[in-house]
């Protein structure tokens, strides 16, 4: 269809106010490319979570995303209609094309469903040698919704956190995966101690599921212990905090900077995201992963060299 001039306009040509170019030409070998991020996990319909808060996370945070779809689910703030998984040779058939073809400087896991297709993960990023990794070990929605069938728990445990970079359990997962209760700080410093003996370099416990005025995580790398702190903020638009938080992790690992560093700075983009979240949906609603857009200047510029 070709545009026709509004009314009261004379006629001739519409005017297409383009931004000034910077060269001709196609891209040449020696254009800066950004950092790739790359996410595997399952698909929110409802843009809230999964790889649909991942990519948008990896955009506004100045990366070029990626996604490897391990699951369906027809998800809405609401809850979780119904879920599929999809068949481990596919997933992993998704991981060869695309680290065959663009490589990534970094990774995360989600929604993984099943222990095919932990496995189908795990050998996939055996094999292409994918580094840094951040496991966020997905088992329920917000909901209530079960997003990882149990007998995955094991092969997570035994596959996947030897391979991690990073991993980003809250504490019902923490309490999953170590068998612990979670009642006091001192067992959560326990749990780390006992996860991060399961082969991740850093654990990131997320707080958020303890009560009081702050939510504390508590961040371990075999030798010491970090504390990141954030007012608590009594609000149901929370959907895919989880997701956009290793996602940002991701993000700034891609970006050549520190681990904890990257964990700092994605603290605080999730924090952000949930203080500005929009009115979206009746139930668990999303965040604000576009928050940055109207904050120029953040994120701070990586290093050189980073």
């Known amino acids: 269809m ?22 001709e030409g196609p891209p040449t070998e020696g254009d800066a490319r950004p950092p790739i991020a790359l996410t595997i996990a399952g698909s929110d319909s409802g843009g809230g979570a999964g790889i649909q808060a991942d990519l948008k996370t990896f955009t506004v945070l100045r ?12 998800q ?3 809850g979780v ?10 997933v992993r058939q998704q991981m060869d094309s695309v ?29 292409h040698g994918l580094s840094p990794l951040v496991v966020d070990p997905v088992m329920v929605a917000k909901g209530g ?38 009642e006091t700080p ?4 326990e749990a780390a101690r006992r996860l991060h003996d399961l082969g991740p370099a850093w654990v990131v416990m997320k707080g958020g599921h303890r009560p009081g005025p702050v939510a504390v995580d508590v961040v371990y790398d075999g030798q010491s212990f970090h504390e990141l702190r954030a007012p608590r903020m009594e609000t149901t638009r929370t959907h895919g905090t989880g997701c956009t938080f290793a996602a940002a992790i991701t993000a700034f690992l891609a970006q050549g900077r520190p681990v904890l560093e990257a964990i700092q700075l994605a603290k ?4 952000r995201a949930i203080e500005t979240a929009p009115a979206i949906g009746e139930g668990h609603g999303p965040t604000n992963h576009l928050w940055p857009l109207a904050e120029p200047g953040w994120p701070p510029s990586a290093p050189p060299g980073g």
């Open 145 to 182: 919704a079960p997003l990882l069938a149990p007998e995955a728990r094991e092969a997570v445990i035994r596959l996947l956190l030897p391979l991690a970079t990073v991993i980003t359990p809250n504490l019902p997962e923490a309490e999953a995966l170590t068998g612990l209760r979670l």
């Open 99 to 127: 680290l065959g073809d663009i490589g990534a400087d970094a990774a995360k896991t989600g929604m993984l469903a099943n222990a095919g297709v932990v496995e189908a993960v795990a050998d996939g990023v055996r094999a």
């Open 2 to 23: 070709v545009p026709t001039p509004p009314p009261g306009d004379p006629g001739g040509e519409l005017t297409l106010h383009l931004p000034p170019k910077g060269r």
């Open 76 to 78: 809405n703030t609401l």
């Open 186 to 189: 001192e067992a959560v410093r």
């Open 81 to 90: 209609q119904a879920s599929s998984a999809l068949d481990p040779e596919l």
């Open 63 to 74: 990366c070029y995303g990626m996604s490897v779809v391990t699951a369906i689910t027809a």
């Open 268 to 271: 605080t983009f999730v924090t």
